[in-house]
C-alpha cells in the first residue's frame, strides 16, 4: 500500500498536454488572426485517447480520468493565474486545494484495481 507513480505519470503526460493546448486556445481565442493555430490542438488531442489507452493497463478508467482531470486542473489554472493573470477568490483556491488532495487519495493503492480486472474466459 503505497502511492502508485505510473498512473501519475501517465495523468501528468496529458495534463502537461492539456495545459500547451489550451494555452494554444486561449490564444487562439483572443486574437483571431492566428486561427489556423488550432490545427495544433485538433491534431494533439487526436493522438491523447492512445495515451489515456497506455494508462489502463496500470489504473481503472474511473481513477485515471480523474486523476488527469484534476492534474490538468491544477496545472491550467497555474497557467491562467500565472500566464494570463486571472485570478481566483478564497473559495475557488480552496478548491484548488482539495483537488491536491484528492490526487494524493486517488494515487494511494488500497487494493481495488485487483477488484476491477474483467475476468477472462472460463478455462
Known amino acids: 500500500m503505497a502511492i502508485e507513480w505510473i498512473p501519475i505519470t501517465f495523468a501528468a503526460v496529458m495534463a502537461t498536454i492539456d495545459v500547451f493546448m489550451l494555452s494554444i486556445i486561449k490564444i487562439v481565442g483572443t486574437k483571431a488572426k492566428y486561427l489556423k493555430w488550432m490545427i495544433v490542438p485538433t491534431i494533439v488531442y487526436a493522438i491523447q485517447p492512445w495515451i489515456f489507452l497506455s494508462a489502463l493497463k496500470f489504473e481503472t478508467m474511473t481513477v485515471m480520468n480523474l486523476t488527469w482531470d484534476l492534474i490538468s486542473d491544477i496545472l491550467v489554472t497555474i497557467v ?11 473559495v475557488k483556491t480552496l478548491g484548488v486545494c482539495t483537488a491536491l488532495l484528492s490526487i494524493g487519495l486517488l494515487a494511494y493503492d488500497d487494493g481495488t484495481l485487483e477488484l476491477n480486472t474483467i475476468p477472462g474466459p472460463a478455462a
Open 80 to 90: 491562467g493565474i500565472y500566464y494570463f493573470g486571472e485570478k481566483l477568490g478564497p
